[in-house]
C-alpha cells in the first residue's frame, strides 16, 4: 500500500483532519425553516471566540466575522498578541427580478451591513459552538435568514454557515468556511426563483490594532489571481489585458521590502510587502523568484520528464497536494518544466505607509508587535446542490471557479441602497478609472433580461473584475475595504449554493500566500470536492504519546515520547512564523521512553512549536514561554 503522511498522528485535538466531509453530497443544507411569515420566534444573537490555532477571531450568528465593537477579538494574529486585523467581514448576496413581496423588478440585495442586519437567526438553528467539531477540532455554526418581520423585501434566503479551525502547526493561521445558501421562496415571492444570484464577503480590515495611530487610515488592497506573467506564448490562460498588448509583456505591478524599516534586508521580520508600480524596474511582472510562473498562482506541482514534484512545508514538514488536489487546472510549460497552478482568488489588505510620518512606516516596524501581517479572504469552490439532491457546478473559466469580481473603496464611496450594493457585486466600482478585465463566462450574462448589464468585459480572460489597486491609481492610502463575490447562479426554491473559502493570516505577502495555500490543501486533501475521509497510512505509527512539560515554560521543560520500534529522531523547535530557531535532538534512539530538555535559552517570551520526527512520521506540539 502506498505510504503517505498521517496528519491524524498530531497530538491534542488535531487528531482529524477530515475536511469539509461529505459537503458537496449536501449533507449540510439547510433544513426547511419551521416557522413561516410573520413569526419571530428566533435564537438571540450569540457571539463565540474561535481560540485554538495562531488566530483569535469572534463570530457572530447574523453573517458576521470580527467585531466592530471591540469587546472580542477579530482575527488577532499572533494569538496573544492584543493585535487584531480584522475590524468586520460581513456577509453579502443580491439577486435580480419578481423575488420579493413587492411584486416587483429590481435590483435586491440582503447584507450584513454596519448595524442594518438584515440577515437574523433562523428559529431551530441556533448557535453552536463545537470543541471538537465533526470536522475540525474548533467549529462553530448556525443557520441565518432573511424573513424577519422587520425586513420589508425579503426574497426567502436560508444560510447555514459553519467556521472552522485547527490547532496543527502549518494549519492554524486560517480560519475555513462553508456556507451553505438556500432558497426558500415561500418567503418571498413562492415560485420564482433567485436570479442572478450572487453572495460575497466583505473585509473591512484595519490593519491592525497595534497601530495607536488611526490604524484604519494607512491600509492598502489588493487581490492574487488577477495579474498573470508568463514567457509561454501558447499558454492557454494568456490574453490581451489593455489593448493588443499581452498580459505578460505589461510589468507595472512590483513589491518590495520597506525601505525605512531599520532591520537588515536579509533579517526575517524585514518583509516583502511595499508595493511600487514604476514599471521600468526590471523586474518581471508578478515573477518575483523568476520561476515563468506569476506569483498570484498557486504552483500545485512541477513536472519535470516523469517526474511530479510537490511543495513541502516547512514546519509541519506536510507535503502540499499530494494527497490530492484540484482535478480542474492550468498546465504552464517554462522550457523543461511543466507547472500545474490555479489562481489563488485572494483578496487581501495589509498596513501601509501612514501619512502622519515622514518615514515609509508600512507595516509599523518599530511598534510591538508591529504590524507586518497580512489578512486576505480565499475563495476554495462553490457549487449548487440542487431541490433534487444533483449537483450543478456554474459556469465558469477553464473549468476552475473563480470570483466573479473583487471590489475596493474607501468608507466614503460606502453603497447604501440595494441597487447599489447589486452593483458592487457584480463589479460596477462608482470609480471606473483602472485597469479592468472580465470573467469569459459574463459575455452569457451581460443583457440577459433577468441579469441588467453591469460591465461588458471587452477583454474577457480567466480572471474576476478586478480594478487596479489605489497606488496604481494614484490613491492615498487610507479606510479601504474589500469585497470578493460568487456567481452569478439561479436558485430555484429548494436549491442551494455552496461557498467555501476563509480568512488567512500571514506574515508579509509571502506568508499569506504560504498559508492560503496550506488552506487550499487541507481542502483537497485526501478527496475529491471535500468528499473524502482522513489520511491513509500503510505502517503502524512509530512515534507516539508527546507532551511537554512543563507548559507554559520560565526557564526549561521536557518533552516527552514514546517509540513503538529504534528511530532516528530530529527534535527542532520553531516560532509561531515557522522560522527555524534550534535543532535540540538529531540522533538514533532505541524503542521505548525519552525525554528531552528544552531550554529557554536566548528564546525570547512568546508562542512557539516544537516539532519531534521520528522516521518519516511527525508530531508537533505547542509551547508558551514566559517573559
Given at each position: ?192 426563483p433567485l436570479d442572478a444570484f450572487v453572495a460575497g464577503i466583505r473585509g473591512d480590515c484595519d490593519v491592525a490594532t497595534a497601530d495607536v495611530t488611526e490604524c484604519h487610515l494607512d491600509d492598502l488592497v489588493y487581490y492574487d489571481g488577477h495579474a498573470i506573467w508568463c514567457n509561454d506564448p501558447d499558454a492557454t490562460f494568456e490574453y490581451a489585458f489593455d489593448g493588443p498588448e499581452n498580459a505578460s509583456t505589461q510589468d507595472d505591478y512590483t513589491y ?17 510587502y511595499y508595493y511600487n508600480y514604476l514599471g521600468t524596474d526590471g523586474i518581471p511582472d508578478n515573477d518575483v523568484d523568476q520561476n515563468g510562473v506569476s506569483d498570484h498562482f498557486t504552483i500545485l506541482a512541477k513536472v519535470v520528464g516523469t517526474d511530479t514534484l510537490y511543495r513541502q512545508d516547512p514546519l509541519s514538514g506536510v507535503t502540499l497536494f499530494e494527497d490530492g488536489m484540484p482535478f480542474y487546472h492550468y498546465s504552464h510549460t517554462v522550457g ?292
Open positions: 500500500m502506498k505510504k503517505k503522511f498521517k496528519l491524524s498522528l498530531y497530538i491534542g485535538t488535531s487528531v482529524l483532519l477530515a475536511l469539509f466531509s461529505n459537503a458537496a453530497a449536501g449533507e449540510l443544507q439547510l433544513l426547511p425553516h419551521p416557522s413561516s411569515p410573520g413569526t419571530d420566534v428566533r435564537p438571540p444573537e450569540v457571539t463565540e471566540v474561535h481560540s485554538i490555532g495562531n488566530i483569535s477571531s469572534s463570530v457572530t450568528n447574523i453573517g458576521l466575522w470580527g467585531d466592530p465593537w471591540a469587546n472580542y477579538a477579530s482575527m488577532e494574529w499572533p494569538i496573544g498578541s492584543g493585535s487584531s486585523y480584522l475590524w468586520c467581514g460581513d456577509l453579502w448576496t443580491c439577486c435580480y427580478g419578481d423575488i420579493t413581496p413587492a411584486d416587483s423588478t429590481d435590483k435586491w440585495s440582503v447584507c450584513c451591513d454596519y448595524g442594518n442586519w438584515e440577515l437574523q437567526p433562523s428559529d431551530g438553528y441556533p448557535m453552536e459552538y463545537l470543541l471538537p467539531g465533526s470536522v475540525a477540532p474548533e467549529q462553530t455554526q448556525y443557520g441565518i435568514d432573511d424573513w424577519d418581520p422587520d425586513h420589508d423585501t425579503p426574497y426567502g434566503l436560508g444560510i447555514w454557515v459553519e467556521n472552522y479551525t485547527w490547532d496543527i502547526a502549518g494549519y492554524d493561521n486560517f480560519m475555513a468556511m462553508e456556507m451553505i445558501f438556500t432558497h426558500h421562496s415561500e418567503h418571498g415571492n413562492p415560485g420564482v518590495q521590502q520597506n525601505p525605512d524599516n531599520p532591520l537588515p534586508s536579509g533579517d526575517p521580520e524585514n518583509i516583502w523543461d518544466t511543466t507547472y500545474l497552478v490555479v489562481p489563488r482568488n485572494l483578496s487581501y489588505m495589509w498596513d501601509g505607509d501612514g501619512p502622519g510620518s515622514s518615514d515609509d512606516d508600512s507595516g509599523e516596524p518599530l511598534i510591538s508587535p508591529a504590524c507586518n501581517g497580512f489578512i486576505g479572504w480565499r475563495l476554495l469552490d462553490f457549487w449548487i446542490v440542487k431541490a433534487d439532491q444533483s449537483i450543478e457546478r456554474p459556469i465558469d473559466v477553464y473549468g476552475y471557479p473563480i470570483p466573479i469580481s473583487h471590489l475596493w473603496w474607501n468608507w466614503e464611496s460606502d453603497p447604501g441602497t440595494d441597487p447599489e450594493k447589486y452593483d458592487y457585486m457584480w463589479g460596477k466600482n462608482p470609480d471606473l478609472n483602472g485597469l479592468h478585465s472580465g470573467p469569459a463566462y459574463m459575455l452569457d450574462w451581460v443583457g440577459n433580461p433577468n441579469a441588467p448589464e453591469v460591465i461588458i468585459p471587452d477583454n474577457p480572460g480567466p480572471f474576476p473584475f478586478v480594478y487596479d489597486a489605489p497606488l496604481s491609481l494614484i490613491y492615498p492610502v487610507f479606510d479601504y475595504r474589500f469585497l470578493i463575490c460568487f456567481g452569478p447562479v439561479e436558485l430555484a426554491d429548494g436549491d442551494s449554493l455552496h461557498v467555501v473559502g476563509g480568512w488567512v493570516m500571514g506574515l508579509g505577502l509571502d506568508g499569506l500566500r504560504m498559508n492560503a495555500d496550506l488552506l487550499l490543501d487541507a481542502y483537497y486533501r485526501d478527496s475529491i470536492w471535500g468528499e473524502g475521509l482522513g489520511i491513509e497510512t500503510g505502517t503502524p505509527a512509530v512515534l507516539t504519546g508527546i507532551t511537554v512539560f512543563p507548559n507554559p515554560m520560565r526557564t526549561q521543560s521536557s518533552v516527552e515520547f514514546t517509540l513503538q520500534s529504534p528511530s532516528h529522531v530530529n527534535l527542532s523547535i520553531y516560532d509561531i512564523y515557522g522560522r527555524l530557531i534550534e535543532n535540540t535532538l538529531d540522533s538514533e534512539l532505541p524503542a521505548g521512553s525519552h525525554s528531552c530538555t528544552i531550554g529557554r535559552n536566548h528564546i525570547p517570551g512568546g508562542v512557539y512549536f516544537v516539532r519531534l520526527q521520528a522516521g518519516n512520521e511527525i508530531q508537533t506540539g505547542r509551547f508558551v514561554v514566559l517573559e
